[in-house]
């Protein structure tokens, strides 16, 4: 184990509400940053929140990893009665996760905006994009159901204005975000309706007790309707195929930031709730859960990673190709669930953050590239390896841990994913799993090809290497992925653990 | 019969909720499809507040034990009610599910708020807000700065 606990010196006193105050300083600093006269200035309030809610969430991870799991009870009022915030090692992992690439963003959000975001907008913007961060920490730290559903939609309603903020530079970011928020508010209200069907059958919100209770209690036929609604709900979230119909335009043309923010958390968090209701709060081996894994997940998951990988394969816009592998690989994380078991499961958890690393990079890269240019063509990109070798490095790191290049985070992901199905005996998900990252290679050869091999057409706009400011965030997190892919201590043993919490709060 | 009166207010959650969704799914207009939105959300809200009713029971304003108010209330409950569940002095509906869903009727106001100011740019982007045509006009232009704003 690396010493986690010697990177952060914090007085007892916060670590003491670290879990709420990597929530709460978020959402004031997205009112005093939208409240700030200049770009400039709500830049500054943006990267100091950023760092603080870091600084917190690593706080919190280190709290996890001394006792478990870390139980914040709001207001004073005991559970279960009470909303409580609720931490083990798979929400601190992925709060980790959610703060550190948030904070990388906010570094990047300095060059990135200027382009595509008109001035004046700009404080507006961060306060969003603050807004977003806060209700992301709050899905992956809260212990309560319903909760978990308003910090939902705090980040999605967030992150609807966002994506529809890149209208200012292409239009057509406006009917995509138009359509993303129907399909999202959908999935929201599917999952508040889950939850009402639970509550109605349990009367609880704590989703430890709703667990306790739901074993005691047995199956019957509100619990299986409430199960299909939050499943159906998450999945959108999630982007499941073939619930995935927001995803592509969302992520092609949103503002390059936020599209990072987007691949790197926002469907991650979705996923994590998903997992939350599979494994702890709806007992497996009981009916529902079982089958949904096995008739309907499963096959869907494996739909989705094989024709999203081919639509990848074809696609001639370089970031809808990203998103499509997007859809693909969120495929390859359900196929773990699919999986089942406590291997299956960390597989699971593990790949969530190597490939909200992954894509962070990569579209981080993308967004330092297509900082002068208009390009979103692949061809756009062809040389471009020659004019700004250091964006393009980084964006191969991504690239190569996205293919699973041995050494890298991707690597040891895939490694773990098809090891796992094989001791479950699930041979026809090894062989799919197999098969994705064949086509994987295929969507991001090609991309690099054009990018490093293809002379770059007479008269085209040439790229610029992207400012520091974006190379070095985007560097860090690709070394972060390389770190991971050679001592996987750190991510390994909080999904370990939090699988094993998953399936361990049962009786 | 019974069933049916049992069921009402379920049953009118069902054909809120569905037709809320056909609205969004079959219409082209962004307007209408944000109209279908606000119904299917508050068939949530009838949804919530149909689960909170209890049998006699009345607002969750809690009434001072041993009032004329309170004395009132407890005798307006059945009697084979009141022995079979063992009631003593006033009955309330359960207050959590309202709370709930007055939440989630903020988020909803919330969210319909931010669709109709995307669907206001998109106006003024496209000229329109009717789908077939946006997307036309979204093919029609691969490349190149687009205009809005």
């Known amino acids: 184990m690396i010493g986690l606990e010697t990177l952060y010196v914090a007085p007892a006193s916060l670590v003491a509400h670290a879990p709420i105050l990597a929530i709460v300083i978020p959402l004031l600093g997205a009112c005093a940053a939208g409240l700030s006269p200049g770009g400039r200035s709500a830049w500054m309030i943006c990267v100091a929140t950023a760092v603080f809610t870091a600084w917190m969430s690593l706080a919190t991870a280190c709290e996890v990893m001394r006792q478990d799991a870390v139980v914040y009870v709001l207001g004073g009022f005991q559970p279960p009665l009470g909303i409580t915030l609720r931490v083990d090692a798979i929400g601190a992992l992925l709060g980790l996760l959610i703060s550190v690439v948030g904070l990388l963003a906010a570094v990047v959000s300095g060059?990135?905006?200027?382009?595509?975001?008109?001035?004046?907008?700009?404080?507006?913007?961060?306060?969003?994009?603050?807004?977003?961060?806060?209700?992301?920490?709050?899905?992956?730290?809260?212990?309560?159901?319903?909760?978990?559903?308003?910090?939902?939609?705090?980040?999605?309603?967030?992150?609807?204005?966002?994506?529809?903020?890149?209208g200012a530079s292409d239009r057509r970011a406006l009917p995509a975000a138009f359509n993303y928020l129907i399909l999202g508010t959908i999935g929201a209200t599917f999952y508040v309706i889950g939850i009402g069907f639970i509550y109605g059958a349990t009367g609880t919100l704590n989703m430890v007790d709703m667990a306790?209770?739901?074993?005691?209690?047995?199956?019957?036929?509100?619990?299986?309707?409430?199960?299909?609604f939050i499943m159906v709900g998450l999945g959108i979230k999630a982007a499941m195929f073939p619930l995935h119909g927001w995803l592509p335009g969302a992520y092609a043309y949103a503002p390059s930031l936020i599209t990072l923010l987007l691949a790197a958390t926002a469907t991650k968090t979705a996923i994590y709730l998903m997992a939350r209701f599979l494994f702890e709060v709806f007992p497996d081996g009981a009916a529902a859960s079982e089958v949904f894994l096995t008739w309907i997940l499963g096959p869907l998951a494996a739909a989705g990673l094989i024709v999203c990988s081919l639509q990848a394969i074809f696609e001639q816009d370089i970031r809808r190709a990203l998103a499509f592998s997007s859809v693909a690989q969120v495929g390859f994380i359900l196929l773990g669930f699919a999986v089942g078991g406590d291997q299956g499961l960390s597989a699971s958890l593990f790949f969530v953050v190597a490939h909200g690393l992954i894509k962070g990079v990569l579209f981080?890269?993308?967004?330092?590239?297509?900082?002068?240019?208009r390009a979103r063509r692949i061809v756009d990109f062809a040389g471009i390896g020659r004019d700004a070798p250091w964006t393009v490095l980084a964006f191969s790191?991504?690239?190569?841990?996205?293919?699973?290049?041995?050494?890298?985070?991707?690597?040891?992901?895939?490694?773990?994913?098809?090891?796992?199905?094989l001791a479950g005996e699930r041979y026809w998900i090894a062989a799919v799993m197999v098969a994705g990252s064949a086509l994987t290679l295929l969507y991001v050869g090609r991309i690099l090809e054009v990018m490093m091999f293809r002379e770059p057409a007479p008269g085209a706009p040439r790229a610029k290497e992207a400012p520091a400011g974006v190379i070095l965030p985007a560097l860090v997190l690709g070394g972060i992925s390389i770190w991971f892919g050679v001592d996987s201590s750190l991510p390994g043993q909080l999904s370990v653990a939090g699988a094993a919490g998953l399936f361990g709060v049962r009786p | 019969m019974s069933w049916f009166i049992a069921n009402f207010n379920y049953i009118v959650v069902v054909i809120l909720m569905m037709t809320g969704l056909f609205i969004i799914f079959s219409s082209a207009n962004l307007i209408r499809r944000m109209i279908g939105l606000a119904l299917f959300q508050s068939s949530t809200g009838l949804f919530y507040i149909s689960l909170s009713k209890v049998s006699g029971g009345t607002a969750a304003i809690v009434v001072p034990p041993d009032s004329a108010e309170a004395r009132a209330l407890a005798a307006q409950l059945d009697p084979a009610y009141v022995a079979a569940f063992g009631v003593k002095?006033?009955?309330?509906?359960?207050?959590?599910?309202?709370?709930?869903?007055?939440?989630?009727?903020?988020?909803?106001?919330?969210?319909?708020?931010?669709?109709?100011?995307?669907?206001?740019?998109?106006?003024?982007a496209y000229g329109t807000v009717e789908a077939p045509e946006i997307d036309d006009l979204g093919r029609s232009v691969t490349e190149g700065p687009e205009n809005g704003r």
């Open chain 1, 111 to 166: 060059h990135s905006l200027v382009a595509e975001i008109r001035k004046e907008k700009h404080s507006l913007f961060l306060s969003g994009f603050l807004l977003c961060q806060a209700g992301l920490i709050g899905i992956v730290y809260t212990g309560d159901a319903f909760n978990a559903f308003v910090c939902l939609e705090i980040s999605s309603i967030g992150t609807y204005a966002l994506v529809a903020s890149g």
């Open chain 1, 212 to 228: 306790a209770r739901l074993a005691a209690h047995g199956q019957s036929a509100p619990v299986h309707a409430g199960f299909a």
């Open chain 1, 364 to 373: 981080m890269a993308l967004g330092g590239l297509t900082i002068g240019i």
């Open chain 2, 89 to 124: 002095g006033v009955v309330y509906a359960n207050p959590l599910p309202h709370v709930l869903i007055l939440t989630a009727i903020v988020v909803g106001v919330a969210t319909l708020a931010v669709g109709l100011a995307i669907a206001v740019r998109v106006r003024e």
């Open chain 1, 397 to 421: 790191v991504g690239a190569a841990s996205l293919v699973g290049t041995p050494l890298t985070m991707g690597f040891l992901a895939k490694w773990q994913m098809i090891e796992a199905a």
